[in-house]
């Protein structure tokens, strides 16, 4: 697997989900989205939940942690979740790990698909999945996660928030900064409020996990953006300066959702940036 800085990255998927084409392309009609990808017949694109594991210098690191398994019956046919077949566990085993090695949990929201995998059941009460891990989460996004609003109360779930609350295991950040050596974290707005892309970069290479700043390869146009997203204005503007800081550094893009890219190059073309040499992380 590769290594940039101290770390050594490995993929963590932790299943799948479907979620509504036209939700997820905005103002772009389905005629054009559907050539990049095609929809169920509910309307809903597949999607991933691909983390990402830094492992070294004394630290397990996840960036992420999916879905989860407590959901709902109806919440997952819902959303079609699928994890028999890969989940968080499975991938943390197959490289010898579980959830009591990690010791830093790096969350760039709290929509329930990137952090779900944070708590769990264990009989009639939850606590948190990680024991011996720090959350890293942005403060100005905590607190409007707690406040919630009409917009985003279906994603944030209080069973994925209380826990984490009550754990002690918190850690408030307040803005884009160096979290370890080797570790940035970049706020950013436009999705919802303080959204933290993480970027592991040395002298040789940089990663920018993208988050839902780019949820599929396909929204690197510049338009092509989610009804999701509160501020698409500033999505567009924050999406416009990340390619290109990407396009000049030569980043590396590592996609969560996209159900066909894993990591990508990326370049300018004729009508905006494109993404080349798709490839798994294995071949960074």
């Known amino acids: 697997m590769p290594r940039i800085s101290r770390y050594q990255l490995h993929t963590i998927e932790t299943g799948r989900f479907s979620l509504d084409g036209g939700a997820m392309f905005g103002i772009v009609p389905r005629a054009l989205w559907q050539k990049s990808i095609a929809p169920d017949a509910n309307n809903r694109i597949p999607m991933h939940m691909r983390c990402l594991l830094l492992e070294g210098d004394g630290r397990l690191i996840l960036v992420d942690n999916g879905i989860g398994t407590k959901y709902p019956e109806k919440f997952g046919k819902m959303f079609a979740v699928d994890d028999t077949s890969m989940n968080l566990n499975k991938s ?12 830093d949990v790096i969350l760039t929201h709290l929509h329930f698909d990137h952090c779900g995998g944070s708590t769990r059941r264990n009989g009639d009460r939850l606590e948190v999945a990680f024991p011996n891990a720090t959350f890293h989460v942005q403060r100005s996004h905590w607190d409007w996660a707690e406040k919630s609003n009409v917009r985003e109360k279906a994603s944030f779930l209080a069973e994925n928030l209380e826990p984490l609350a009550a754990s002690g295991q918190l850690n408030l950040l307040d803005g884009s900064s160096t979290l370890y050596p080797g570790i940035d974290l970049i706020s950013v707005d436009g999705h919802t409020r303080a959204m933290q892309l993480v970027k ?10 993208v988050a839902d700043l780019l949820p599929t390869s396909s929204h690197l146009m510049p338009a092509w953006n989610m009804a ?3 501020w698409p204005m500033t ?42 040499n798709a490839r798994s992380l294995s071949e960074f």
Do not use: C
Not at 92 to 103: H, M, P, R
Not at 200 to 209: G, N, Q, R, S, Y
Not at 259 to 276: K, N, Q, S
């Open 92 to 103: 943390l085993a197959a490289l010898g790990f579980n959830e009591s090695d990690v010791t």
């Open 200 to 209: 592991i970069h040395d002298e040789k290479a940089t990663l920018l996990f």
């Open 228 to 230: 999701y997203d509160l």
């Open 235 to 276: 999505t567009i503007e924050e999406k416009a300066k990340i390619l290109e800081q990407a396009i000049t550094g030569d980043w590396k893009l590592f996609f969560e959702h996209d159900a066909a890219v894993e990591l990508t190059d990326v370049e300018m073309g004729d009508r905006g940036p494109i993404i080349i």
